[in-house]
């Protein structure tokens, strides 16, 4: 039994539950002896390190989960560090059913919605699913901070719009629900909007600013999708269906390149700056072609 004991706590970060140990054939008295002698020292009621003390973040975030019964899991600002989302957290949470007790040293989330689609695994510790860490951390993080974490879920390619909002859909009335649609805006355009509607929307600026009126062009062997010849400046309207793919966003930096290597820049304007952002991208725009002109 020490043997097998030893195999598992060597897979848990050293850590063992006392159902665990039940499950393995040690009775109460085997526990209590090795408890007595140091050969499992308690962490949390039912909790226990294997014969040592050099506790590693991941066996306290193990620990933790372990307190607090077999449906629990890491979450929050302690899971968006565990999947590399946040750079640090400053206390353990986790996420369980209603009924779980608080537990010292660990801040206990209780819900109703806990699924198998709420977890993964990670480094043999269970918790939230990404999606569901981030309709978390919308709750406790500031529109800045959960906005960085969103873009490190994408960076890390983890991020997953639909995921999101079936997530969203099975959490009705979470307090962070209008953060995270504030910060999902930035990845959502219209479904099957059109270059014609951009360029509807940029001319309507234009005029409202007295901007000239750009052109559609074909340069290079590229359609440009507006030009300002006398500036020899292009704007491109770079939305997720068109621009979001690995070969899209290399085919895009080979097009300037070569726009480039005529003397034409190209002034990248995202989707949402055309509505959201419309203000400030007409100052810009209009600051780039003064420049160009000289």
């Given at each position: 039994?020490d043997?097998?004991?030893?195999?598992?706590?060597?897979r848990?970060h050293g850590?063992?539950?006392?159902?665990q140990?039940?499950?393995?054939?040690?009775?109460?008295?085997a526990?209590?002896?090795?408890?007595?002698t140091?050969r499992l020292r308690?962490?949390?009621?039912?909790v226990?390190?294997?014969g040592?003390?050099a506790?590693?973040?991941a066996s306290?975030?193990?620990a933790a989960v372990?307190?607090?019964?077999?449906?629990?899991l890491?979450s929050?600002?302690?899971?968006?560090?565990?999947l590399?989302?946040?750079?640090?957290?400053?206390?353990?949470?986790?996420?369980?059913?209603?009924?779980?007790?608080?537990?010292?040293?660990?801040?206990?989330?209780?819900?109703?919605v806990?699924?198998?689609?709420?977890?993964?695994?990670v480094d043999?510790?269970?918790l939230?699913?990404v999606?569901?860490?981030?309709?978390?951390?919308?709750?406790?993080?500031?529109?800045r901070?959960?906005?960085?974490a969103?873009?490190e879920a994408?960076?890390?390619?983890?991020?997953?719009?639909a995921?999101?909002?079936?997530?969203?859909a099975?959490?009705?009335g979470?307090?962070?629900?209008?953060r995270?649609?504030?910060?999902?805006a930035?990845?959502?355009?219209p479904?099957?909007?059109?270059?014609s509607?951009a360029?509807?929307?940029?001319l309507?600026l234009?005029?409202?600013?007295a901007?000239?009126k750009?052109q559609?062009?074909a340069?290079?062997?590229y359609?440009?999708?507006?030009?300002?010849?006398?500036?020899?400046?292009?704007?491109?309207?770079?939305?997720?269906?068109f621009h979001r793919?690995?070969?899209?966003f290399?085919?895009?930096?080979r097009r300037?390149r070569?726009?480039?290597?005529?003397?034409?820049?190209?002034?990248?304007?995202?989707?949402?700056?055309?509505t959201d952002g419309?203000a400030?991208?007409?100052l810009?725009?209009?600051?780039?072609?003064?420049?160009?002109?000289?």
């Open positions: 039994m043997r097998a004991l030893a195999a598992l706590a060597s848990q850590v063992v539950s006392r159902a140990l039940i499950e393995l054939g040690f009775s109460r008295q526990i209590l002896r090795r408890l007595k140091d308690r962490l949390h009621a039912g226990y390190a294997v040592h003390w506790l590693t973040p306290r975030d193990l372990f307190a607090c019964g077999p449906r629990a890491l929050h600002r302690a899971a968006g560090r565990r590399g989302l946040l750079r640090s957290a400053g206390q353990i949470e986790v996420t369980a059913p209603r009924g779980c007790k608080a537990r010292p040293g660990i801040t206990v989330h209780r819900t109703r806990l699924g198998p689609e709420d977890r993964i695994t043999a510790i269970p939230t699913s999606a569901r860490t981030l309709v978390d951390l919308a709750d406790v993080l500031s529109d901070h959960l906005a960085a969103v873009n994408e960076v890390r390619r983890v991020f997953d719009l995921e999101l909002d079936a997530m969203l099975r959490l009705p979470r307090r962070g629900r209008s995270l649609e504030r910060v999902l930035a990845y959502t355009e479904l099957g909007y059109s270059i509607e360029e509807g929307l940029l309507r234009c005029e409202e600013h901007l000239p750009p559609r062009i340069l290079a062997g359609e440009l999708d507006f030009y300002w010849p006398d500036a020899r400046l292009a704007i491109e309207v770079d939305g997720g269906p793919t690995r070969r899209a290399h085919e895009d930096r300037d070569r726009l480039a290597a005529l003397g034409i820049q190209v002034a990248r304007v995202p989707w949402l700056d055309l419309a400030q991208l007409v810009e725009l209009n600051a780039i072609r003064q420049q160009r002109l000289g």
